[in-house]
């Protein structure tokens, strides 16, 4: 979402950010936050045992945020759980959904948590928006195209690769093919979340 600082400012939003601890929604919430909004994170610190391995202090993005702005508080609890999210969504503008079990390898190991915190999760969001009548703003991932995304010829910069096919210089379009190719259980799991979100 890129919206203008004075834009965001003017409207004034109450934003709950699922995993609003993570990587991606520790910057959504640092941002609302910094336009001066009211913040809910909405996270129960889980990335390192969904990805079996130590990543530090798994409240550190929380940490920053809660010593940077008053307006930001937490609500450490998991999206698989509906109740108590419905409840942190009471009076909210938006919600910005960005929790998710994001490693392809623990998808792998561990397929049934990876459904329930992706597609279960996605799904509590939608009901408690829903009931809510809350705005909802969704990350998805490149993995809902499983091997097709691969056919996309990409180029290495110094620091990353990029798109290198004049026809998907913009990114690549939703309307991009899903089917017809190997997915991961994570690729599976985000693309049920996706059709939930668009239907």
Known sequence: LVLPTYFVRLISLRVLVTG????????????FASCGNEVVVFDNFSRSRLLGK??????HNWEYLKTRYRNIKLVKRDVTIA??????????????????QVAVTSSVLNPRQDFRVNALGTFNVLESARRNDCSVIYCSTNKVYGGNVNRIAVAEKETRYVLNDPDFLAGIPECFPIDLSGHSPYGCSKTAADFYVQD
């Open 54 to 59: 130590s990543l530090g202090r798994a409240d």
């Open 83 to 100: 109740k108590p999210l419905e409840k942190a969504m009471v009076g909210c503008d938006t919600v910005i959904h960005t929790a998710a």
């Open 20 to 31: 609003g601890a993570g990587f991606v929604g520790s910057h959504v919430a640092d941002y």
